[in-house]
């Protein structure tokens, strides 16, 4: 397992972007898929993105497709997601999780052993 820590949630606009950034505490993650899942209040987590450990294969909710953008920073062992067009039903915590997974697995949060602690994102209407 690798340490993560996600930043950079707020409280934004509807229509407004925030961009998240998620830190591992080792290069271990370099070889890691990594994805970004959100909870909302009284709702189960949901996928949002993932990212093969390469960066060449990236997967979206459909609802963030368009919207929202994954990337990452191999050299910094760190990924990213760049969210624009954000609407209220966007509000929610959004976590990073990585694990050493084939691409079929990277969607499914059952799938990531380390999880970050989690970082909240509020659209106001």
């Known amino acids: 397992q690798v340490q993560l820590v996600e930043s950079g949630g707020g409280l934004v606009q509807a229509g407004g972007s925030l961009s998240l950034s998620c830190a591992a505490s080792?290069?271990?993650?370099?070889?890691?898929?990594m994805g970004w899942f959100r909870q909302a209040p009284g709702k189960e987590r949901d996928f949002v993105a993932a990212i093969s450990w390469s960066g060449s294969r990236t997967y979206y909710a459909d609802s963030m497709k368009g919207r929202f953008t994954i990337s990452r920073d191999n050299a910094k062992n760190t990924v990213y997601l760049q969210m624009t067009s954000l609407k209220p039903e966007d509000t929610a915590v959004y976590y990073c999780?990585?694990?050493?997974?084939?691409?079929?697995?990277?969607?499914?949060?059952?799938?990531?052993?380390?999880w970050g602690q989690g970082t909240q994102v509020t659209v106001s209407s």
């Open positions: 080792t290069g271990t993650a370099r070889s890691y898929a």
């Open positions: 999780a990585a694990d050493r997974l084939g691409l079929g697995e990277i969607t499914i949060s059952s799938r990531y052993t380390s």
